[in-house]
């Protein structure tokens, strides 16, 4: 089981597979509205997309670039 909401939108059972793709224990998610979860899972994958984007990456020892 990932996860079952109600008709009103809200989180009734969060498994183990929600945890490791999600971040947030059953504890924290159940009860929270689906909807904030996924907004909130959004803009921390956003701001990890912007952090990963400005590390310089080197692939070899005469190799070091930024990637767009």
Known sequence: MLVFID???RVVEWGRPAEELFGWSAEEAVGR???T???EA???GERQRER???RP???SSRCCEVLP
Do not use: I, K
């Open 42 to 44: 959004a803009a921390d």
């Open 52 to 54: 990963f984007s400005e």
């Open 57 to 59: 990456r080197c692939w």
């Open 37 to 39: 979860l996924m907004s």
């Open 7 to 9: 008709d009103s939108g």
């Open 33 to 35: 509205s689906v909807t």
